[in-house]
């Protein structure tokens, strides 16, 4: 088992209140009045006391905002084209008004944008792992940002790193490798709250296996859940703890993870096949069972090369990008069995699901193109140009805005709008 360090400071404070007991007796004083005091004359003034039907009185009505319209029935617009230092391998929204940028090897950097599609932040990935307990020389260590993903309140910030440099870290196992080639590598935790501080806001590390690529922490922000691309396996840690509890064996490069909104389930992508892998998070946690296999369902054949998948809100299906045929599909999670698909472009990669469940959208990235595709029919409603390799996508529920990452330097911000009418 292997743990996570974090520095970190708590806070707490505590008060009181008085409190008055009620039911008791109490003395009584007795006045006598003198008589030649005049008693005082009655009132002749009627003080009205309003009541619910005075007519004077008038009660708010309560009213309920009436809910956005639908995703499917509203058009996509594109309203900024970043161009930052950037090469990012993906972009993902916090929820919370941030979106992290990964920029890989290449810049060994992770870019922060805001709402108002500002650049935050730009975070060098560079660290002292011994600082962070890690047993290993004190030195300078950098990361390769892949993916993120969020803590349920968008306060944290987990970034997957395809390989480390530094002292007694060697080349890396590279895509086409085999299992166990690599050394392994690290998570790293952003603090969105130290964001534009005097330090880094890199504030726990988490060490997992041998190139970890996709991401996801469960709902309950109990789990953070990696793929290890070369390991071939799932890490689980704890957060509580922020122990390495399971390494759990999947197959040949693992990649795209979902979670169901209650935490009990959650489905992994074998991309070296066909295959979706089932895992049981209630079970995750017994780690008196040392058999990890007990854990693993499959849904088995789904296409070629399953790269990226996303759960309905509802928990019913999931739609899964298959890379090998250049398709996406959606699978009835009550049946296993696929049920629709459509051809968005060459190679679609990454897919963003919105909130309300009645739009995807997917990048296709030899095509250089962008798709919004509505989950009842599976009918492409647009597609856009992007940049050179699209790569990454993410849906930010605050601002309803579709987010971009091109390899080549570009990220789209793209807006729901209403359709132009035909008339």
């Not at 970043?82 to 990012?88: F, P």
């Not at 993906?90 to 599609?117: D, K, L």
């Not at 990361?143 to 987990?158: K, L, N």
């Not at 964001?195 to 060490?207: N, T």
């Amino acid at each position: 088992m292997f743990g996570a360090a974090a520095m970190s400071l708590v806070g707490g404070c505590a008060g009181g209140a008085n409190e008055v007991a009620l039911g008791t007796t109490l003395p009584v004083t007795t006045v006598l009045l003198v008589a030649s005091v005049p008693p005082i004359p009655p009132s002749t003034t009627t003080v009205p006391i309003p009541t619910t039907n005075d007519p004077t009185t008038t009660v708010a009505p309560t009213t309920q905002p009436p809910p956005p319209p639908r995703s499917d029935e509203l058009a996509l617009e594109q309203i900024d084209r970043l161009t930052a230092d950037l090469a990012s391998k993906s972009v993902v929204a916090s929820g919370t008004g941030y979106f992290f940028a990964q920029n890989m090897m290449y810049r060994h950097t992770i870019t922060v944008f805001g709402s108002e599609e500002q650049l935050v932040a730009t975070i060098p990935v560079t660290v002292d792992l011994a600082a962070f307990g890690i047993d290993i020389p004190s030195g300078s260590y950098q990361g390769a940002p892949v993916e993120a993903a969020f803590s349920p309140d968008g306060r944290y910030g987990y970034v997957s790193n395809y390989q480390m440099y530094g002292p007694g870290f060697g080349g890396g196992a590279g895509d086409n490798c085999n299992r166990g080639e690599g050394q392994n590598s690290y998570v790293y935790r952003v603090d969105t709250e130290l964001l534009g501080g005097s330090g880094s806001p890199i504030d726990a590390v988490y060490e997992v296996g041998s190139v970890p690529k996709y991401l996801q922490v469960t709902p309950d922000n109990r789990y953070l859940l990696v793929t290890n691309w070369c390991s071939f396996d799932l890490s689980v840690i704890d957060l509580a703890s922020g122990d390495l509890i399971r390494s759990i064996p999947l197959g040949r490069h693992p990649r795209g993870i979902a979670v169901s909104s209650d935490s009990k389930t959650a489905y992994a992508t074998v991309m070296g096949g066909s295959d979706i892998a089932i895992i049981d998070l209630e079970r995750v946690g017994d780690t008196e069972n040392d058999s990890d296999e007990l854990e693993l369902g499959w849904l088995k054949g789904v296409g070629s090369n399953p790269r990226h998948v996303v759960i309905s809100p509802d928990n019913q299906i999931l739609n899964v990008t298959l890379n090998g045929e250049g398709t996406v599909i959606k699978i009835d999670l009550a049946t296993g069995e696929v049920v629709d698909r459509v051809r968005t472009g060459t190679a679609p990669r990454s897919m963003a699901v919105a909130d309300d469940g009645h739009t995807i959208y997917v990048v296709n990235y030899e095509s250089d193109t962008m798709s919004q595709v509505r989950t009842s029919d599976f009918e492409i409603l647009q597609t856009f140009k992007t940049a050179h390799h699209p790569i990454g996508i993410t849906f930010d529920p605050q601002s309803r805005e579709v987010w971009v990452s091109a390899y080549s330097g570009v990220i789209h911000v793209y807006a729901q709008v209403e359709p132009e009418s035909d008339s």
